[in-house]
């Protein structure tokens, strides 16, 4: 098998090796890029769903060769791979971070659409700056993972009634496409698609019966089978979404509260990130106050997706979503939290990492540079001897918000992923100018 490809197998020690190989060959040809100032803190691998299938080991190589001078990696409900992709990460001499992203219930927005479309109190969030995947208390975490399974399972059986003929084996069909059993929607609808294909041989059947199913014309289904993943992104759009057979309202109850989450976040040394969507929602218009009650719960940081907020055709909505974006980050630096921003890539056609130089985002440029420096400093920290942003150190040493997220922000422009463990020596008895000395002198 081709090394590129085993980069992606669902055998770990094949992954690692497959690493080396292409990295040794890489090297030997002079053919790696220089490393640049662009960067992608929100990237989902294969853990959860990468739409080109990349695995946490095939996520940072892609990195290096764009040149990429850090990436971060937030999968969903899952921590599987936080120590693989760290790992590759230092390997190739990238600045790395690691977390994960789920949905929780805000209960002050009960009435408020937030991020999560038709849901209300339901917030996507994240947690961001794990030193590894082993935690505390892994009841919570476990829940994440059981809880969407269950949810995904459901929906199998709702859209299974309309497509009987070629009804999915959730074990067999869906949880086959997955390295540690995290199915998604978007792994049902590969299933589907691929399995339709398999059923339906004649092209012209095939097209018959996705017409008459998802009940668009048999020149659009022609069309759009040719590109799968698009495809794939049609059917999840017909029957598991709002008014598709499959779909299922989830309530804010169905999810665990903000503050239980930012808690389990906070114990296991993670940072509590707010997720910005576009400020359009009826609870993201009141943003004050959302911000209000993150931080009250223990958010230290928020995300952006670029992308979404100003590469949009039609110029009004463009428009629109970028006094949106400023007006965002004009609260998120007055409040002194530091932005994080990358490209999701969990559907193929994304781009590998943002435009971060293009003019609707240039101005914002330092402010995420600095959220990437941020997030970095905050994980050396907590992998070398616990310190990070969320630590009881951390909270003793600065006085404010701002002293603590500079702090931080020197740290990730000092440290280098070459250093292996704690070689600096560094200590929950050092002060901040100690360990910055520290830094300098590596």
Excluded at 96 to 104: D, K, L
Excluded at 165 to 194: F, K, M, W
């Amino acid at each position: 098998m081709a090394a590129d490809l085993r980069l992606d197998s669902f055998d770990a020690d094949e992954r690692k090796a497959a690493l080396l190989e292409v990295y040794r060959s890489a090297l030997s040809t002079d053919s790696l890029p220089a490393f640049g100032r662009h960067f992608n803190l929100h990237c989902h691998s294969f853990f959860s769903f990468n739409g080109y299938g990349f695995s946490p080991t095939h996520l940072a190589w892609q990195g290096r060769l764009l040149g990429l001078c850090a990436m971060a990696q937030v999968d969903f409900d899952v921590l599987d791979g936080v120590d693989e992709f760290l790992s590759a990460c230092r390997f190739l001499d990238i600045k790395a971070a690691a977390g994960m992203e789920s949905r929780v219930f805000v209960p002050e927005f009960s009435e408020e659409e937030i991020n999560s479309p038709g849901e209300p109190g339901v917030a996507y969030h994240i947690g961001l700056g794990f030193a590894s995947s082993k935690v505390k208390e892994t009841a919570l975490l476990h829940s994440f993972k059981d809880k969407a399974q269950s949810r995904t399972r459901v929906v199998v059986q709702k859209v299974n009634t309309l497509l009987h003929e070629i009804a999915l084996d959730y074990d067999q069909d869906v949880l086959s496409l997955t390295p540690a059993g995290n199915a998604t929607e978007r792994h049902v609808c590969a299933a589907y698609d691929r399995k339709a294909r398999n059923y339906f041989t004649e092209p012209s059947r095939l097209i018959s019966w996705w017409s008459e199913k998802l009940d668009l014309a048999k020149e659009k289904i022609e069309e759009a089978l040719s590109s799968p993943p698009d495809f794939q992104g049609i059917i999840r759009a017909k029957t598991m979404k709002q008014g598709g057979v499959g779909y299922i309202a989830s309530k804010g109850e169905d999810f665990p509260t903000l503050r239980v989450v930012n808690q389990f976040f906070l114990d296991n040394g993670a940072i509590p990130v707010l997720a910005f969507l576009d400020g359009t929602s009826s609870g993201e218009k009141r943003m004050d106050d959302l911000l209000d009650i993150m931080i009250d719960s223990g958010v230290g940081a928020v995300n952006i997706i670029p992308d979404r907020n100003w590469n949009i055709k039609d110029p009004d909505v463009r428009a629109l979503k970028i006094s949106k974006l400023d007006e965002f980050i004009g609260m998120a630096r007055k409040r002194h939290l530091p932005i994080i921003v990358g490209t999701e890539m969990n559907a193929h056609g994304q781009a590998l990492v943002d435009a971060l130089d293009a003019p609707a985002l240039a101005p914002y440029f330092k402010d995420f540079e600095e959220g990437m420096f941020f997030i970095y400093g905050h994980t050396v920290l907590a992998s070398m001897a616990e310190l990070g942003h969320s630590s009881a150190w951390s909270q003793a040493s600065f006085s404010t918000a701002a002293e603590r997220n500079a702090f931080y922000i020197q740290v990730g422009r000092l440290a280098s992923p070459a250093i292996e463990g704690n070689t600096l020596g560094i200590s929950s008895s050092d002060t901040p100018e100690i360990i910055l000395k520290k830094f300098s002198r590596e």
